[in-house]
């Protein structure tokens, strides 16, 4: 046991070991097989409207999701925005795309901005209609919005094995009155309010709060002390990773450190619910996932839960974003190889 105990200490799950003509068999279940290989893929369905096309390894036509399977994917992350103009990444757009990837065998992550747009560090703005709320009507709008689209989902054949409260909300969500570092108080009654929402419909969803800058281990603590003072509730620490190559190997190593770090100072599992890299460099960006994912494999006591590339099927810098892990030809790059 002492090998096992040297060399795979992120494994929780039982190890039976049976002594045959000398010979040593493990039979493992548990955390190792469960390991969330996922792509958040909120764009796919505008591109799809688009006539934008995917194609395997072997040149073959498929549907993006096949390809992103074919890459060793089992988990699909969607985004939700309250009433978006264009209805992109609304109620309907999700409930729809969660069947087609429920059908395919994924597991599903629901991902709640709270906004009509892109939540992230930079903003955090009130849907138009929850604009003049103040903060006891917003954690109310929270609920109802929450309770909605996870009914709907529900309906639908669709249970989410995890459900983000909030995107990046390094300074809290439905700004001015949710703002953390104004008021730390009404941001854990916001995450408190989804918590309760998620629990409500899906009883064994976990719920995560996600922020940014995986590296950055103090502004990680201040955010989880200040929300762990204040009672919040959630059950994952969801991070985003998105270095420059030439700086990978240094940030996924603080990364690293930061999820540890994170285990032993809140006794919370750990995501990377977004990574991504250039991949003009194929090999060095293979490399750059493979050590990501090894590494949260590793998190102490079996707390690392997965990995989720964030929009991989992008490719000809769709809608400016140059961080797809797909070629120009609408083919996987070698990078995502990292995730067989």
């Known amino acids: 046991m002492h090998f096992v105990s040297k060399f795979v200490p992120a494994i929780t799950q039982w190890i039976k070991i049976v002594l045959a003509s000398g010979a040593v068999f493990f039979a493992v279940s548990g955390h190792a ?3 969330a290989k996922g792509a958040d893929v909120g764009w796919l369905s505008q591109m799809e409207s688009r006539g934008v096309n995917f194609y395997n390894a072997k040149d073959v036509r498929q549907d993006c999701l096949q390809v992103l399977q074919g890459c060793g994917m089992n988990s699909i992350r969607l985004r939700v925005w309250v009433n978006p103009a264009e209805g992109w990444c609304g109620q309907a757009d999700v409930v729809k795309m969660a069947v087609r990837a429920k059908d395919m065998g994924f597991r599903i992550m629901i991902d709640f901005h709270y906004s009509a747009w892109w939540a992230d560090p930079g903003k955090q703005n009130k849907p138009a209609a929850w604009k003049k709320h103040d903060i006891s009507q917003l954690v109310t709008d929270v609920a109802s919005h929450t309770t909605a689209v996870l009914t709907a989902l529900k309906n639908a054949g669709v249970t989410p094995e995890w459900v983000q409260v909030g995107n990046e909300t390094n300074d809290g969500m439905l700004w001015p009155e949710g703002r953390a570092s104004k008021s730390m108080a009404n941001f854990a009654a916001l995450i408190n309010s989804g918590h309760a929402a998620v629990k409500a419909v899906f009883p064994d969803a976990k719920v995560i709060v996600h922020i940014s800058n995986g590296y950055d281990s103090k502004m990680f603590r201040w955010m989880f002390d200040g929300l762990t003072a204040h009672g919040a509730k959630f059950d994952v620490i969801g991070m985003s990773l998105y270095p420059e190559l030439k700086d990978g190997k240094d940030f996924v190593r603080q990364c ?8 032993a100072r809140y006794g919370k599992e750990v995501m990377l619910t977004e990574v991504g890299i250039e991949v003009d460099d194929e090999s060095r960006a293979k490399a750059f996932l493979t050590d990501v994912m090894a590494k949260t494999k ?7 839960l997965g990995v989720f590339y964030w929009e991989p099927e992008c490719h000809d810098n ?8 797909f070629r120009k030809n609408g083919r996987p790059s070698a990078a995502l190889d990292a995730f067989k």
Request: net charge negative; aromatic share 16%.
């Open 33 to 35: 097989a469960d390991f």
């Open 318 to 325: 769709w809608e400016g974003y140059t961080k797809g892990a």
């Open 256 to 263: 690293f450190d930061n999820m540890n770090d994170m285990v």
């Open 298 to 304: 590793s998190v102490a006591n079996g707390k690392g």
